[in-house]
């Protein structure tokens, strides 16, 4: 074999671990597992400084309706799964890009789509108040999303105020949570034993998925303890319960699947992932130019006008789409044909 031949082979080597080690854009990236659980605890201790006017159960949840689950009422999810928010100016730089950060998640794994509000009546304002809460779904106009100084430290505890937002409750208020949990009512704080409630099915709706111990919206293991003593148990050895880092599987399949979407960037599902312009100024807009990934519209457009912009049937052609976007090749110089090759892995939908 010739020299030149052998540097040839050697340099293809160099180029494949510079891909295969290139950085996932951050849209994308599954965040850092955490190294120990507690999130549930820590939004509890911001919690302690919520005013007496805020109503709160289960801890972090704003009691605006009954203890009806919204996942047993599609009028509690956001049309279209399309969720106006804004953002308040009292957070800095670094508070922003967190909860862009949580942002960013929730559109490279579900369906979900936040979207800057324009004039949409219902809303979240997600402001910087004492302690961190959230009303479950929607409940009508500027709905307050609270997080205080302790609370967007962690991502893990922004995807989950997201979560009770966009109509979910805590895992462990399932109905068959006493099969995988054993709760010590002994050491939960005097007066807080409602916060453990579970719900008959009539009121909470699983979506068939098995019970989640490393949901995002479980408790962990000392929520509500009096005396440093573990309040809910796992009865399966070895399970973690109390997420801080990132969704769970499970959790991506219960928001998409309450959505009535695939999630990874289909579009909001009301009526079985319907997909149509919100504007009808949308085909001028398109004609522009609006719908180009390099137009400052894009996000607007990918959220309001997927029609006009050819986004209503997008889809990967080939199933290797998802693992050549995790290794960065969505935005590496040279891999242009990832736009159209792998539009929905690469989060263009």
Request: net charge negative; hydrophobic share 30%; aromatic share 12%.
């Amino acid at each position: 074999m010739s020299r030149r031949i052998v540097s040839m082979q050697y340099l293809v080597c160099i180029l494949l671990v510079a891909v295969a080690s290139s950085p996932v854009p951050e849209s994308i990236r599954p965040l850092t597992k955490a190294k120990s659980s507690g999130l549930f605890s820590t939004i509890l201790k911001a919690n302690k400084q919520v005013d007496d006017t805020v109503h709160l159960f289960e801890g972090d949840i704003v009691q605006t309706m009954s203890l009806e689950n919204a996942l047993k009422d599609n009028n509690k999810r956001w049309p279209n799964g399309q969720v106006p928010y804004v953002i308040s100016s009292q957070f800095d730089t670094y508070a922003k890009s967190q909860i862009q950060k949580a942002i960013d998640r929730y559109h490279a794994e579900t369906c979900i789509r936040f979207v800057k509000r324009a004039n949409e009546q219902n809303y979240i304002n997600i402001v910087s108040k004492d302690g961190c809460y959230s009303a479950v779904g929607v409940s009508g106009g500027a709905q307050e999303l609270s997080l205080a100084n302790g609370c967007y430290q962690y991502v893990g505890i922004i995807l989950h105020e997201m979560m009770h937002a966009v109509g979910f409750f805590h895992e462990q208020s399932r109905t068959d949570r006493d099969s995988h949990i054993t709760i010590n009512w002994n050491n939960i704080e005097d007066g807080m034993a409602y916060n453990f409630d579970s719900y008959p099915s009539t009121y909470i709706d699983d979506l068939g998925t098995n019970y989640d111990y490393n949901s995002i919206m479980h408790y962990d293991q000392y929520a509500f303890s009096k005396n440093g003593n573990p309040t809910i148990v796992p009865k399966q050895s070895g399970a973690v319960i109390g997420n801080i880092a990132d969704f769970s599987t499970i959790d991506i399949q219960k928001i998409n699947k309450y959505y009535e979407c695939s999630g990874r960037g289909n579009g909001g599902g009301d009526g079985g992932g319907s997909c149509s312009d919100n504007d009808s100024n949308c085909p001028s807009w398109a004609a522009s130019g609006y719908c180009s990934s390099s137009s400052i519209y894009y996000q607007f457009m990918q959220a309001n006008c997927p029609a006009s912009c050819g986004l209503c049937s997008c889809t990967d052609k080939d199933p290797v789409c998802y693992n050549w976007a995790l290794r960065g090749y969505c935005v590496l110089p040279g891999y242009d044909f990832m736009e159209d090759y792998c539009p929905k892995s690469c989060n263009l939908c």
